[in-house]
């Protein structure tokens, strides 16, 4: 059985289950360009509880998936700029 795969008119993602490393960890391939990110339960929680602020800024593809398309995100020049913690 393969992947699962979520998509919109934005993105195609295949998202599987991977238990081959050292713990199991979810495998994010992004369709159009086949870059693969592996997450694991430590970062999936840091998503659930991030900022909505730093999740905007993550998504927002105009800092960095617009300017690079054809470059996956080890290469993309992203810049240092942090999102200030909520007070």
């Known amino acids: 059985m393969g992947p699962d795969v ?16 050292n713990g199991t960890r ?18 999936l929680e840091s998503i659930v509880w991030a900022p909505e602020e730093w999740m905007r800024a993550l998504l927002d593809p105009s800092r960095h998936r617009w300017r690079d398309a054809d470059r996956g995100p080890a290469q993309e020049s992203l810049p240092e700029s942090r999102p200030e913690p909520p007070t």
């Open 26 to 43: 979810l495998r994010l391939e992004d369709r159009r360009t086949g870059t693969v990110r592996y997450l694991d339960a430590l970062e």
């Open 6 to 21: 979520v998509a919109n008119e934005f993105a195609t993602v295949a998202v599987s289950v991977d238990d081959r490393g």
